[in-house]
């Protein structure tokens, strides 16, 4: 994501259209035209707002966050994001954003039909497979405690191969429980030897991990190599009914967390941010307990407020069991001359006080358009911003923060991303080994490939006269 606008603690973001040179998020990835519980008039749904219609949506928008069913301890947050976002759209630069949305491509007026997964891999499913391939090599049974002997993750470094524009092809053993990395400053194509041969894109400089949770100790080897990871970014699959009914994704308790070793996994100057869902008893946990046991201690509390292409909030604050806004909390380390790690109960943030008052621990709202498959804004830039730009990990500016994304779906440049399907949003097509690419200035098609039906699709060429 980049940063479009900002006003105050607000701050208006848009994705990048390229998220990899060559390379752009599918049309249409972005096509929220509309609140979640209105109709959408398709007649209009792609037409530019005139000046009039926004003055008109933002009095929609003003209804939409006036929230009347809401507790006590969600007054001051509904109260300081309706003043924050309300104040945004005043700004001449941010009304001029949502009028150009609705005509661009990028948001839908070219909408491709949805991502074709029926070769992309299921990695969730594959994993009793792949556990089973991998048996004989690494110990693949409940997760270490710490400081027991445990075998570190593979290494599989990716190399073009002799003729520069042929596909990389990748066995799926090779890549399980292993840490593959793109060392390189140019993204590579993999193709997976399987049916349909499948296309992944690596973006540069980045490496994933394909584990289940029981083998998440083993990255300490990892940040154990790099000293630690100067930034981790998590959004974890909490319990959730409708997730549970709708069977997007497993889901996991809330107390296997603990088991995650970020004192392990953090630089000493590192930032760890969690999302989280609007259960109080969520926030309650992360900030009471889990930091905590973690050595961190909480230090910011951001929102990220989800709007359609014309501004409004994607549904009303009213709404009893869904809101329009996600939290992210935000820890970094107990100070080291603090020697007593252990944290009495008057020591702890009174996480009910800090929700009825917005001004009680560092607040930012982040507003930007969803995507349509449920994926988080990356915020990495805005958590370098706020949090490295001083650090020792970051005071050489020829040394990029060491980042670390967990339960991870798609990769991005910069981070080891590790989960059961991190690279499940890098799907870019099919194809076969003998296909050739160039993405120096696009992609050319040719031999067979198909890279048209996938999450991410070449950018257009530009036009030479």
Not at 96 to 109: E, K, R, V
Request: with cysteine.
């Amino acid at each position: 994501m980049e940063l479009a606008a900002g006003r105050n603690d607000t701050w208006l973001l848009v994705p990048q259209r390229t998220p990899v040179p060559g390379w752009c998020v599918r049309p249409g990835t972005f096509r929220v035209t509309h609140p979640y519980d209105r109709t959408l008039d398709k007649s209009t749904g792609a037409n530019a707002p005139s000046n009039r219609a926004l003055k008109k949506r933002k009095v929609g928008a003003q209804a939409l966050l006036e929230g009347n069913d809401v507790n006590k301890a969600e007054q001051g947050i509904v109260a300081w994001i309706k003043s924050e976002w309300l104040g945004l759209l005043d700004q001449e630069d941010v009304t001029l954003l949502f009028q150009s949305m609705a005509p661009d491509y990028f948001y839908g007026s070219c909408v491709y039909a949805q991502a074709d997964e029926d070769v992309a891999l299921d990695f969730v499913q594959l994993q009793p497979m792949l556990k089973m391939l991998t048996s004989g090599f690494h110990n693949t049974g409940a997760s270490a405690e710490v400081g027991e002997d445990y075998e570190p993750f593979g290494m599989l470094q990716l190399s073009p191969s002799r003729e520069q524009d042929k596909l990389l092809t990748l066995d799926l053993g090779d890549i399980y429980e292993t840490l593959v990395t793109n060392n390189s400053s140019d993204a590579m194509v993999v193709s997976m030897a399987s049916d349909g041969s499948p296309l992944y894109l690596i973006p540069p400089r980045s490496g994933f991990v394909i584990s289940d949770f029981g083998q998440i100790h083993r990255l300490k080897d990892i940040a154990q190599k790099h000293s630690g990871f100067d930034m981790i970014v998590m959004d974890p699959p909490w319990q959730n009914a409708s997730v549970d009914r709708m069977s997007h994704y497993g889901t996991m308790d809330l107390y296997d967390l603990f088991k995650i070793p970020i004192p392990h996994l953090l630089s000493k100057d590192g930032v760890v941010a969690v999302w989280i869902t609007n259960r109080a008893k969520v926030q309650k946990v992360v900030v009471e307990k889990l930091f905590p046991a973690w050595g961190l201690t909480w230090v910011a509390h951001w929102f990220w407020l989800k709007v359609t292409t014309h501004g409004e909030p994607v549904l009303s604050l009213e709404c009893g069991h869904r809101k329009p806004y996600e939290g992210i909390l935000i820890g970094t380390r107990i100070p080291s001359n603090n020697t007593d790690m252990s944290t009495t109960t008057a020591d702890l943030p009174n996480v009910d006080k800090e929700c009825s008052s917005p001004h009680s621990v560092k607040k930012k709202l982040l507003v930007s358009v969803p995507s349509q498959h449920s994926r988080k804004p990356s915020i990495a830039q805005l958590l370098e911003k706020e949090f490295l730009a001083s650090s020792e990990g970051n005071s050489n500016p020829d040394k990029e923060p060491r980042r670390l994304e967990l339960f991870a779906r798609n990769l991005e440049e910069g981070f080891v991303s590790w989960g059961n399907e991190p690279i499940r949003y890098q799907y870019c097509g099919r194809g076969h080994a003998n296909g050739k690419l160039d993405i120096q200035d696009g992609l050319d098609i040719q031999d067979g490939l198909d890279v048209q039906d996938g999450f991410l699709v070449p950018a257009p060429r530009p036009i030479v006269d």
